[in-house]
């Protein structure tokens, strides 16, 4: 059986971005050996047997997952092992600080156009009325409470500074969207094709919604907040991995009610994961 850590040094961190799911442990322990289960949706898909290797990458591929578990171990000494468990929720499924934004802006009888439907939209469902605009027709008719829109990808000219050439297929959209929308969550179409064709078509959405733009700690995204911030001349504010687009200014408690949920996801980042969006802070400590 594993045994406490005591007085040792044993930070484990997993992070996943992409389809890859980063592993890692730091210790002051001489000498140690590593091993590392990975376990998605509660079954075990991959060991990796003992080496003097602290850490190990896992590619999920097409697979959906709603969460991921990873067991860590150290061995040292005359065979004693300590391990240490994490489990968090895959990029399926949106951040905790996007579901506390939605759900200190809208009421239980608004309405969101959500792109890029997946484990999230039964959440956001919860809350308010959901359409999911959706591509892949894997993710669809998951959650009975969603409304969901298929829109498969079709060629689109691209804008030079994106240089991103699909999107949506635009007929199918405005064929089915709701009359009235009061928030707009940009999640799709996946970081490979890139979410950039929406500004050919954010007529569609009316000029009084609030958007979401999510994962702007790529750089095509937060570009994307910032023409959709420009083209409405709406406020913009910045968390962490994500954007809040509006007309009016949000009151202080909701900020600080957001900022809260949204600190709390970051804490919980390794460094590994934020080095791969900002190399240069490679020694920043959380």
């Not at 578990?69 to 951040?95: A, H, M, P, Q």
């Not at 905790?96 to 439907?117: H, Y």
């Amino acid at each position: 059986m594993p045994e406490s850590d005591g007085d040792y040094k044993f930070d484990a961190f997993c992070d996943m971005v992409g389809k890859t799911i980063y592993c890692s442990i730091d210790t002051d322990i001489v000498n140690a050996e590593f091993a590392f289960y990975v376990i998605l949706d509660g079954e075990r898909k991959a060991t990796f047997w003992y080496t003097d290797r602290p850490s190990v990458e896992y590619i999920c591929g097409d697979e959906i997952i709603n969460k991921y578990e990873i067991v860590f171990f150290i061995r040292y000494g005359k065979d004693k092992i300590i391990s240490k468990t994490i489990t968090k929720k895959t990029n399926w499924s949106i951040c905790d600080g996007v579901i506390e934004a939605v759900r200190n802006l809208v009421s239980k009888d608004s309405t969101i156009v959500e792109l890029g439907s997946g484990m999230g939209s039964k959440s956001l469902a919860e809350i308010c009325s959901v359409y999911s605009i959706e591509h892949d027709e894997r993710f669809l008719e998951l959650h009975e409470s969603v409304n969901y829109i298929h829109a498969p990808l079709v060629d689109i000219e691209p804008f030079p500074e994106f240089d991103e050439f699909k999107w949506y297929d635009s007929r199918k959209i405005r064929e089915n969207l709701p009359s009235k929308i009061d928030l707009v969550l940009v999640d799709g179409p996946p970081e490979k094709y890139g979410r950039s064709g929406i500004l050919n078509h954010l007529d569609m959405f009316g000029n009084d919604c609030i958007w979401i733009v999510d994962d702007i700690l790529r750089e095509n995204d937060q570009k994307l907040a910032n023409y959709i911030a420009l083209k409405f001349g709406h406020i913009q504010y910045r968390f962490w991995n994500f954007s809040i687009i509006c007309s009016k200014s949000i009151p202080s408690k909701a900020i600080e009610r957001i900022n809260t949920v949204t600190q709390k996801q970051l804490m919980s980042k390794s460094s590994l994961y934020l080095r791969i969006y900002y190399p240069s802070f490679k020694n920043l400590e959380l």
